[in-house]
């Protein structure tokens, strides 16, 4: 890794470095850096950080075994087994380094930054898959979007990427500001500003000047993609005194937008992308119109580091949901979308809407929205309603926060259950859910909505 020395490390991170008797440091960059010890190997320096559950700290032994370059650490071992460097802070010592190491990086590597309340995952996606048409792409692993996430996926930057597509996700003001001086972003995607995490951000207005925390840190030179779509980021039409670029699907006036769209609301769909006065045909795999919104975006960026129409086409054409997130599975006579990896009323109405295209008998299974603030039961009322204008056929409701989704969608019909496992119960010595319905399954991440999904896929 490019300078990440045990010497410029300890420089880094304003940590001490110790070095064991008769050990001499001869100036070896870094294989890696891991907070995880099990993915720790030769050559790679390890951060012993203290969780809830597991100290770190006890894995020091073990990482040197394996041959570690160094370990990283708040307490020092009594005789330890190799270079150790003191930090005050673990995690805060991580984010030095990954801040460092970005601007060792330099103009080696192009980082597109994505943030928004709805869809960063799927439009990371989309954009990662495009580009690596014709680059050397790194993307996020999973949902590492946070202030320990990102750190590590800039970590994972090596030589041979050209373009590194980021996901950013905060809940508080402040976050991305942190993270965006660890990124500087030359490129920012901005997706939405939704009803999410408003305990902490107020309104919707505060969701947008948190997101937009992220410009402070963006390239002199650096682009802005936005979704004309968004009511509060239309207007967004300037950033650091430059032009924006926009995307979107209904709103003409979006400098990249989907025409002659034909949705199947659980296959996918395929549609033109206007731009230039040019249009390229695609084929979108991942059901829910809104997914064309990514494909959309992604073209705009595949025409920003000048992708072929026949490259960006075939990104589009080859990327595929992951499991929780409009994810389709058919089996055991149900046709289930798993997208229970989180959820917020946007997201959930996106949902909603997708599953109003099936052709069977149509069940949303809805748990609670966590983050929502003062505002959480009228949005989560306001969610039940939205079932039901959707002509949803059957709405199961788990969790405290949805007994107001359950007074929502009154008119129609409905359960309530109090955990995933009443549900589950019941649903086994019941006929609840049918042979050939079509299911939705969506909460937020820690109401573990992945046990239902599971347990559909088992058919018991």
Same mark, same amino acid.
């Not at 659980?266 to 040019?278: F, M, P, Q, R, T």
């Not at 966590?370 to 204008?389: A, I, M, P, S």
């Given at each position: 890794?490019?300078?990440?020395?045990?010497?410029?490390?300890?420089?880094? $991170?304003?940590?001490?470095?110790?070095?064991?008797?008769?050990?001499?440091?001869?100036?070896?960059?870094?294989?890696?850096?891991?907070?995880? &010890?099990?993915?720790?190997?030769?050559?790679?320096?390890?951060?012993? +950080?203290?969780?809830?559950? %597991?100290?770190?700290?006890?894995?020091?032994?073990?990482?040197?075994?394996?041959?570690?370059?160094? %370990?990283?650490?708040?307490?020092?071992?009594?005789?330890?087994?190799?270079?150790?460097?003191?930090?005050?802070?673990?995690?805060?010592?991580?984010?030095?380094?990954?801040?460092?190491?970005?601007? $060792?990086?330099?103009?080696?590597?192009?980082?597109?930054?994505?943030?928004? &309340?709805?869809?960063?995952?799927?439009?990371?996606?989309?954009?990662?898959?495009?580009?690596?048409?014709?680059?050397?792409?790194?993307?996020?692993?999973?949902?590492? =979007?946070?202030?320990?996430?990102?750190?590590?996926?800039?970590?994972?930057?090596?030589?041979?990427?050209?373009?590194?597509? %980021?996901?950013?996700?905060?809940?508080?003001?402040?976050?991305?500001?942190?993270?965006?001086?660890?990124?500087?972003?030359?490129? %920012?995607?901005?997706?939405?500003?939704?009803? $999410?995490?408003?305990?902490?951000?107020?309104?919707?207005? !505060? /969701?947008?000047?948190?997101?937009?925390?992220?410009?402070? $840190?963006?390239?002199?030179?650096?682009?802005?993609?936005? =979704?004309?779509?968004?009511?509060?980021?239309?207007?967004?039409?300037? #950033?650091?005194?430059?032009?924006?670029? &926009?995307?979107?699907?209904?709103?003409?006036?979006?400098?990249?937008?989907?025409?002659?769209?034909?949705?199947?609301?659980?296959?996918?769909?395929?549609?033109?992308?206007?731009?230039?006065?040019?249009?390229?045909?695609?084929? /979108?795999?991942?059901?829910?119109?809104?997914?064309?919104?990514?494909?959309?975006?992604?073209?705009?960026?595949?025409?920003?580091?000048?992708?072929?129409?026949?490259?960006?086409?075939?990104?589009?054409?080859?990327?595929?949901?992951?499991? !929780?997130?409009?994810?389709?599975?058919?089996?055991?006579?149900?046709?289930?979308?798993?997208?229970?990896? =989180?959820?917020?009323? +946007? &997201?959930?109405?996106?949902? #909603?809407?997708?599953?109003?295209?099936?052709?069977?008998?149509? #069940?949303?299974?809805?748990?609670?929205?966590?983050?929502?603030?003062?505002? =959480?039961?009228?949005?989560?009322?306001?969610?039940?309603?939205?079932?039901?204008?959707?002509?949803?056929?059957?709405?199961?409701?788990?969790?405290?926060?949805?007994?107001?989704?359950?007074?929502?969608?009154?008119?129609?019909?409905?359960?309530?259950?109090?955990?995933?496992?009443?549900?589950?119960?019941?649903?086994?010595?019941?006929?609840?859910?049918?042979?050939?319905?079509?299911?939705?399954?969506?909460?937020?991440?820690?109401?573990?909505?992945?046990?239902?999904?599971?347990?559909?896929?088992?058919?018991?």
């Amino acid at each position: 890794m490019r300078q990440l020395t045990l010497e410029n490390i300890a420089l880094a $991170c304003g940590g001490k470095l110790y070095l064991p008797k008769d050990y001499k440091e001869d100036g070896k960059e870094a294989e890696g850096i891991y907070i995880d &010890s099990r993915l720790v190997g030769k050559g790679d320096i390890f951060i012993a +950080t203290k969780g809830e559950r %597991v100290d770190g700290h006890s894995f020091i032994d073990a990482v040197f075994e394996k041959g570690a370059l160094g %370990v990283i650490c708040q307490d020092m071992p009594e005789n330890p087994k190799g270079p150790c460097i003191q930090v005050e802070d673990s995690f805060k010592a991580l984010t030095a380094i990954a801040t460092y190491y970005r601007e $060792c990086l330099g103009d080696k590597i192009k980082i597109i930054g994505i943030t928004g &309340s709805v869809g960063k995952t799927s439009t990371k996606e989309f954009i990662a898959t495009v580009l690596e048409e014709k680059y050397s792409v790194l993307k996020t692993q999973g949902n590492y =979007n946070n202030e320990i996430g990102v750190p590590l996926t800039i970590l994972r930057i090596r030589d041979e990427h050209q373009i590194a597509v %980021v996901e950013m996700g905060i809940n508080h003001f402040g976050e991305m500001s942190r993270l965006t001086h660890v990124v500087k972003p030359n490129l %920012v995607v901005m997706t939405n500003i939704g009803d $999410c995490h408003l305990e902490n951000l107020g309104d919707r207005d !505060g /969701v947008l000047k948190a997101k937009s925390e992220i410009f402070e $840190c963006l390239d002199k030179d650096g682009q802005v993609f936005i =979704n004309k779509d968004d009511d509060k980021l239309k207007a967004l039409d300037t #950033v650091n005194g430059k032009k924006t670029i &926009s995307y979107g699907i209904w709103n003409k006036e979006a400098d990249y937008r989907a025409d002659e769209i034909e949705a199947d609301s659980l296959e996918g769909s395929k549609a033109k992308i206007l731009y230039d006065n040019k249009a390229i045909p695609v084929c /979108v795999h991942i059901p829910g119109e809104h997914m064309l919104l990514k494909a959309v975006v992604a073209t705009a960026i595949g025409k920003y580091f000048n992708l072929s129409d026949e490259e960006i086409a075939a990104g589009i054409d080859r990327c595929r949901p992951t499991a !929780g997130r409009n994810n389709i599975i058919k089996e055991n006579g149900y046709t289930i979308i798993d997208d229970c990896y =989180n959820a917020n009323p +946007t &997201s959930v109405g996106a949902a #909603v809407k997708m599953l109003s295209g099936a052709s069977t008998r149509k #069940v949303a299974i809805l748990g609670d929205m966590y983050e929502l603030g003062d505002d =959480n039961d009228k949005l989560h009322f306001d969610t039940g309603k939205n079932v039901k204008d959707n002509g949803i056929d059957l709405i199961i409701c788990i969790g405290e926060y949805s007994k107001n989704t359950y007074e929502g969608a009154e008119g129609m019909e409905r359960l309530h259950f109090d955990t995933v496992d009443e549900f589950i119960e019941k649903a086994k010595s019941d006929s609840i859910i049918r042979t050939g319905d079509a299911i939705l399954v969506k909460a937020s991440h820690a109401m573990h909505f992945d046990k239902i999904v599971e347990w559909l896929k088992e058919g018991k």
